[in-house]
Every structure is written in C-alpha cells, then in structure tokens.
C-alpha cells in the first residue's frame, strides 16, 4: 500500500448474506451498524469471496447482539456512544487471525465483545482491552452526564456476557499510564482500536505507544477522526500506510505496510 487515503465504499453481498446482516444488526438494535465489506477487504487484503464468508458468520452472532441489546436496555438506555462497526471489527479479526487485540475504550463493551467472539472462532489471541470509566450519579443519566458514564453498580465492559470473558486482559485506569505498560509487555500489536479519549494529543500519543509494536500487516483504527485533527493521518504517512475510511463515517484505518526485506 502507498500513503494516500481512499474511502471505501461497499461492495454487494448475495441474498442470505444480506440476510444475516440485517438480522444482527436489528438483534443489535443499531441500524447504522451494518458491515462495509468494501473497507474490511481493504483493511485486510482479503479477496471478496473471503470476506463474504466471513459475513455469513454473522448469523451465529445472533443471539450475542440480542443478549447485549437487552443488557442495554436493562441498564436504561440505548445508546453507549458504542462503535458504529461492530461487525466490522469482528470481521477483521476473523480474517487477519491477531495475536494481540488491544483496544483503548470500553464502555459498555460492545466493541470488545465482537473482537472476543472473534477470537474465540479464531481460537487463537488474546483482546487487552482498557478503560477508564466515568460513573453516572443517579439511576437515570442527567443532563450534563457523559452517554458512556456507568450505571449505577455496574463495572466497565458490563454488557459482555460471561461466557466470553474467559481470558479477557481487561485494565481500568487511565489509558496515559496503562497503556505503555500493557504495550511493553507484547512482542506484537498486530490490531489497535483507539476509542477512547479523543483529542489530538491522545490518540498521537496512542500511536507512538503502540507504533513500534505494530508491525506489518498489523491494523490500526481510531473512531471519531473528526475530533482528533491530523493526528491519524500523520501517523499513517509516518508509517507509509494508506488510511481507509469507512464510507462517510468517522471510523478509519490503515494496516500497515510490510517491511521491505533486507538486502
Ligand atoms: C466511546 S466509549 C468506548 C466505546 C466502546 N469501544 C464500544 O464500542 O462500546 C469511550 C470510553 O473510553 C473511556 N475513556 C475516556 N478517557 C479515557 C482514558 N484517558 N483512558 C482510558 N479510557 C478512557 C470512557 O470512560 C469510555 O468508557
């Protein structure tokens, strides 16, 4: 790939994968939240027919979007400020099989819980995953409360049902101290969601944290690139990576170039 930005539009999927789509995406509760095939493949490499089967999954995702929309609507509200792509991300994992996920923003928990599926059908990797959350005062969200502050007695991640939690690496605190640790620990990064604060200087210093682990044909995204200025795509020219955005959304993404070999 060569530096540049390309916006990926989708691709037509065969009926019953159209099918599956929509059903989880209702089980869900999120209209918007409809794959774009078009930006996995470019994201991945993978050919059409390789991401079409990947979708087809999405089926079998079902009764896991039904349970986190009730653990939602339980809690008292719809929305978490979640990802729009939930089921991009779990595409994503299926198709490029990481070793390490590591996300920086949890909430409630939708993102993770489609990377812990993932993996889980991988059968391998591990997701790290870190939070630092906000806590809302009363039973009901105020005016002024953050969309993605706790309910009350609830922890970070609480819409992930249990049944995927084994293994999970997740670390409460502030993304500014854990996340060097959590990235000196890894040989590799091989997939990175920022979605957490998002001013400039955050996610630079995200990318820089997590840049010398990110090796080739690792993925980097970053949610809501309209408030955080240049800082994505200085770091994707940086690394000579092309940034993909997901339609007209504000989700990019850019894997990153192999190395040339060695002479
Ligand atoms: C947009 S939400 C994450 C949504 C999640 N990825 C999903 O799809 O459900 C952002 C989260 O980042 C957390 N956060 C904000 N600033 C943070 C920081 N400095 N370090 C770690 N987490 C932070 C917030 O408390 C919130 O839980």
Not at 9 to 17: A, Y
Not at 96 to 106: L, M, Q, W
Not at 141 to 160: D, I, K, Q
Not at 239 to 256: E, M, W
């Given at each position: 790939?060569?530096?540049?930005?390309?916006?990926?539009?989708?691709?037509?999927?065969?009926?019953?994968?159209?099918?599956?789509?929509?059903?989880?995406?209702?089980?869900?509760?999120?209209?918007?939240?409809?794959?774009?095939?078009?930006?996995?493949?470019?994201?991945?490499?993978?050919?059409?027919?390789?991401?079409?089967?990947?979708?087809?999954?999405?089926?079998?995702?079902?009764?896991?979007?039904?349970?986190?929309?009730?653990?939602?609507?339980?809690?008292?509200?719809?929305?978490?400020?979640?990802?729009?792509?939930?089921?991009?991300?779990?595409?994503?994992?299926?198709?490029?099989?990481?070793?390490?996920?590591v996300e920086a923003g949890v909430s409630s928990g939708v993102s993770s819980a489609h990377f812990l599926a993932a993996l889980r059908r991988n059968r391998r990797g591990t997701l790290h995953s870190i939070d630092l959350p906000t806590r809302q005062h009363g039973p009901v969200?105020?005016?002024?409360?953050?969309?993605?502050?706790?309910?009350?007695?609830?922890?970070?991640?609480?819409?992930?049902?249990?049944?995927l939690r084994a293994g999970w690496?997740?670390?409460?605190?502030?993304?500014?101290?854990?996340?060097?640790?959590?990235?000196?620990?890894?040989?590799?990064?091989?997939?990175?969601?920022h979605d957490d604060l998002h001013t400039p200087r955050h996610l630079a210093f995200e990318l820089a944290t997590v840049g010398p682990k990110l090796t080739g044909g690792g993925v980097a995204l970053a949610d809501n690139v309209n408030w955080t200025g240049r800082s994505f795509f200085r770091y994707a020219a940086h690394r000579g990576a092309r940034v993909v955005r997901r339609g007209r959304t504000n989700l990019v993404g850019f894997a990153v170039p192999a190395a040339p070999a060695a002479l």
């Amino acid at each position: 790939m060569t530096a540049g930005r390309l916006t990926a539009r989708s691709f037509p999927l065969p009926e019953p994968v159209r099918e599956a789509c929509l059903r989880v995406r209702r089980a869900l509760g999120d209209r918007g939240a409809g794959p774009n095939p078009a930006w996995i493949a470019a994201l991945t490499g993978a050919r059409r027919r390789e991401v079409v089967d990947v979708l087809a999954e999405l089926s079998d995702l079902v009764p896991l979007a039904e349970q986190i929309r009730h653990r939602h609507l339980a809690a008292g509200r719809t929305f978490y400020a979640q990802i729009g792509a939930p089921f991009d991300l779990y595409a994503i994992v299926r198709l490029t099989r990481p070793r390490h996920v590591v996300e920086a923003g949890v909430s409630s928990g939708v993102s993770s819980a489609h990377f812990l599926a993932a993996l889980r059908r991988n059968r391998r990797g591990t997701l790290h995953s870190i939070d630092l959350p906000t806590r809302q005062h009363g039973p009901v969200l105020r005016r002024g409360e953050s969309v993605v502050s706790l309910p009350p007695h609830l922890a970070t991640g609480w819409a992930v049902p249990e049944p995927l939690r084994a293994g999970w690496d997740l670390r409460a605190g502030p993304a500014q101290r854990l996340l060097p640790q959590l990235v000196d620990e890894l040989d590799s990064v091989d997939l990175f969601l920022h979605d957490d604060l998002h001013t400039p200087r955050h996610l630079a210093f995200e990318l820089a944290t997590v840049g010398p682990k990110l090796t080739g044909g690792g993925v980097a995204l970053a949610d809501n690139v309209n408030w955080t200025g240049r800082s994505f795509f200085r770091y994707a020219a940086h690394r000579g990576a092309r940034v993909v955005r997901r339609g007209r959304t504000n989700l990019v993404g850019f894997a990153v170039p192999a190395a040339p070999a060695a002479l």
